[in-house]
Nanobody, 125 residues
Framework: QVRLVESGGGLVQAGGSLRLSCAAF????????MGWFRQAPGKEREFVAAVSWGGSSTLYADSVKGRFTISRDNAKNMVYLQMNSLKPEDTAVYYC??????????????????WGQGSQVTVSS
């Protein structure tokens, strides 16, 4: 498993932006697809975005497409989630996750072996 540490959450007004960062503590970061998931109070955890091991492929949930951008820097063992045009319904705890294997991106949380501690994002109306 990989130790993942998120940062960058906080409180923002609707329409604002935040960038989440996730540091991965592993020597083989480029062997992992990376994803972001979120969980709002009273709701199940849901897929937000993912990026392939090399960074060439990305996938987004329909609810964030066009507003969020996932990226990674393999030299720094980092993955990012840039969130623009935030809405109150984006309020959730956001989790970084790692899926070992150079394969197609997967969107189910059971496919990811390692998880960060979560970062709270709150969007006020």
């Amino acid at each position: 498993q990989v130790r993942l540490v998120e940062s960058g959450g906080g409180l923002v007004q609707a329409g604002g932006s935040l960038r989440l960062s996730c540091a991965a503590f592993t020597r083989t970061f480029s062997n992992y697809n990376m994803g972001w998931f979120r969980q709002a109070p009273g709701k199940e955890r849901e897929f937000v975005a993912a990026v392939s091991w090399g960074g060439s492929s990305t996938l987004y949930a329909d609810s964030v497409k066009g507003r969020f951008t996932i990226s990674r820097d393999n030299a720094k063992n980092m993955v990012y989630l840039q969130m623009n045009s935030l809405k109150p319904e984006d309020t959730a705890v956001y989790y970084c996750a790692a899926d070992l294997g150079r394969r197609a991106i997967r969107v189910t949380d059971s496919a990811y072996e390692s998880w960060g501690q979560g970062s709270q994002v709150t969007v006020s109306s």
